[in-house]
Every structure is written in C-alpha cells, then in structure tokens.
C-alpha cells in the first residue's frame, strides 16, 4: 500500500467532507435523546462506504472511456461551476 497516496485522499476526502449536509444531518440525528449514538455512528459509516464505493466503481467504468486528465478537467469545471453558482446565490 502506497502510504503517500492514501493519506493524499483520506486528508481530501475528510476535509470536504467537514462541515458538508452529510455532516450535519448526521449531528442531527445524535441529536436525538432516544436514537443510539452507535447506531447513527453505524449508519453514516455505513453509507459512505457505500457512497465512496459507487464512487470508485463509476470512476474505474468512466476513466476505460474518458482520459484521465479531461475527468480531472471537467472534476475542475464542475467544483468551479458550484461555487460560482453558491457565490452567486448568496
């Protein structure tokens, strides 16, 4: 396992996953005074393995079709074209 790499995307998958509505709604649920804090805890890890798997697996099915460097190209319009638009709508 190449350690440089995974602590390349654990340090970028956890930053932006800080502060997002994931986040938030999973501190609203621990919240809850009759809801189980491990249950929550297990739900939400498990539904970002699920996400981050679909993730991978689109992305592995993507890149046999579209070059790597125009998935980054267009990752990079995409990040662009969202915060343009919540710039623009605050």
Known sequence: MD???FT??????????????TQLATM???ADKDT?????FGAAAAAL?????????????IS???NEKVLN??????FIA?????LYNA
Do not use: H, N
Request: aromatic share 14%; charged share 10%.
């Open 3 to 5: 350690l440089k790499i």
């Open 8 to 21: 390349t995307i654990f340090a970028t998958v956890f930053i932006a996953e800080l502060g997002d509505k």
């Open 28 to 30: 609203l649920f621990a």
């Open 36 to 40: 189980s804090k491990w249950m929550v």
């Open 49 to 61: 393995v699920v996400s981050a798997a679909l993730g991978v697996l689109v992305g592995s099915a």
């Open 64 to 66: 046999q079709f579209i």
């Open 73 to 78: 190209q267009i990752a990079g319009f995409g």
């Open 82 to 86: 969202i915060g343009a638009w919540t």
